[in-house]
């Protein structure tokens, strides 16, 4: 079996192909390293059946030989990145997800999209089902990540009923743990960052806005799950264990036993109040619910944020 994975150098793209090999699947990992890292692939590099292919998918995506399944991850995923690169996010959302589409189609490979929380944008329904259409407001400096993979979600469903590509649709809800950006800017890696080298801890707003974190190997046991599923229509993949991030700044200036202060800063726009997923589809579908505890995923990601910010 081969998969295709786009974006395969960033966080969750490099330890969606470690999982693969493991399980004796051929890897083609397709990255033009824009958000993506090197570092991820120094040892996954080394595995047989690894190949990987420098590119970017708003290009066309030209690959010799069979592909079972292709995952498409490619896109910068975190606020810090797709503001400073909003064209680049729109058309990693759309030409990219085109292209990726078309390698499948061209292959007769199942395909994924890795869509996203966002899609529900700044929620009046919570927790936040699948047929919710949310609550985004398109002309807004986050409207590029939100609508670039809401169109992704669109061209993906035209392209099953229209040309009946098998396909699947995960929206994946805040997921942290190792090979995460130490810069990356989203809570967990900020505030760990922050906390370890002693800095203030940064909270937006009043720290009362909620998220719902899942560790990175829940996320991949999830999307293996899916792929393997005959589910077409669009599937939750996060922890429902919902908390402000107010909470979570204190329990990682607890986790690293930390000095660090907390300030606050203002809230930027349209961050979403509430996040949490209503998991039912993929519990009644897939028989998936997160196993790694929140504290125990911070434990271990903390662990690695500790020797990494020393390298």
Same mark, same amino acid.
């Given at each position: 079996?081969?998969?295709?994975?786009?974006?395969?150098?960033?966080?969750?793209?490099?330890?969606?192909?470690?999982?693969?090999?493991?399980?004796?699947?051929?890897?083609?990992?397709?990255?033009?390293?824009?958000?993506?890292?090197?570092?991820?692939?120094?040892?996954?590099?080394?595995?047989?059946?690894?190949?990987?292919?420098?590119?970017?998918?708003?290009?066309?995506?030209?690959?010799?030989?069979?592909?079972?399944?292709?995952?498409?991850?490619?896109?910068?995923?975190?606020?810090?990145?797709?503001?400073?690169?909003?064209?680049?996010?729109?058309?990693?959302?759309?030409?990219?997800?085109?292209?990726?589409?078309?390698?499948?189609?061209?292959?007769?490979?199942? $395909?994924?999209?890795?869509?996203?929380?966002?899609?529900?944008?700044?929620?009046?329904?919570?927790?936040?089902?699948?047929?919710?259409?949310?609550?985004?407001?398109?002309?807004?400096?986050?409207?590029?990540?939100?609508?670039?993979?809401?169109?992704?979600?669109?061209?993906?469903?035209?392209?099953?009923?229209?040309?009946?590509?098998?396909?699947?649709?995960?929206?994946? $809800?805040?997921?942290?743990?190792?090979?995460?950006?130490?810069?990356?800017?989203?809570?967990?890696?900020?505030?760990?960052?922050?906390?370890?080298?002693?800095?203030?801890?940064?909270?937006?707003?009043?720290?009362?806005?909620?998220?719902?974190?899942?560790?990175?190997?829940?996320?991949?046991?999830?999307?293996?799950?899916?792929?393997?599923?005959?589910?077409?229509?669009?599937?939750?993949?996060?922890?429902?264990?919902?908390?402000?991030?107010?909470?979570?700044?204190?329990?990682?200036?607890?986790?690293?036993?930390?000095?660090?202060?907390?300030?606050?800063?203002?809230?930027?726009?349209?961050?979403?109040?509430?996040?949490?997923?209503?998991?039912?589809?993929?519990?009644?579908?897939?028989?998936?619910?997160?196993?790694?505890?929140?504290?125990?995923?911070?434990?271990?990601?903390?662990?690695? $944020?500790?020797?990494?910010?020393?390298?």
């Amino acid at each position: 079996m081969r998969a295709l994975v786009t974006g395969g150098a960033g966080f969750i793209g490099s330890n969606l192909c470690e999982f693969l090999l493991s399980q004796g699947w051929d890897v083609v990992c397709m990255d033009d390293f824009v958000t993506g890292s090197r570092d991820n692939l120094a040892v996954i590099g080394l595995r047989r059946g690894f190949t990987l292919v420098e590119h970017d998918v708003t290009e066309y995506i030209r690959l010799d030989g069979d592909l079972d399944w292709v995952l498409h991850f490619a896109s910068p995923a975190s606020p810090l990145d797709y503001l400073e690169l909003p064209i680049q996010t729109l058309k990693v959302g759309a030409l990219g997800t085109h292209n990726a589409l078309g390698v499948a189609k061209a292959k007769g490979a199942r $395909f994924l999209l890795a869509s996203t929380s966002e899609v529900y944008g700044d929620p009046l329904v919570h927790p936040q089902p699948e047929d919710y259409w949310g609550h985004v407001n398109p002309v807004g400096p986050r409207g590029v990540y939100d609508e670039a993979k809401r169109f992704g979600e669109a061209i993906t469903m035209a392209y099953h009923r229209y040309h009946g590509i098998d396909t699947r649709i995960v929206r994946i $809800f805040n997921t942290f743990g190792p090979r995460m950006r130490l810069n990356d800017g989203r809570a967990i890696p900020a505030f760990m960052s922050q906390a370890l080298t002693g800095a203030p801890i940064t909270v937006f707003g009043d720290g009362g806005q909620t998220r719902s974190f899942q560790y990175i190997t829940d996320l991949v046991d999830g999307l293996w799950r899916l792929m393997q599923a005959p589910v077409n229509d669009p599937v939750n993949i996060g922890n429902p264990q919902e908390m402000t991030l107010l909470e979570l700044a204190k329990r990682i200036i607890r986790l690293t036993g930390s000095r660090s202060e907390i300030v606050f800063r203002p809230l930027p726009v349209d961050d979403p109040k509430v996040r949490q997923p209503d998991i039912g589809r993929a519990r009644s579908l897939l028989g998936w619910e997160p196993r790694v505890g929140t504290d125990e995923g911070l434990r271990l990601t903390v662990d690695w $944020f500790r020797e990494n910010l020393r390298s």
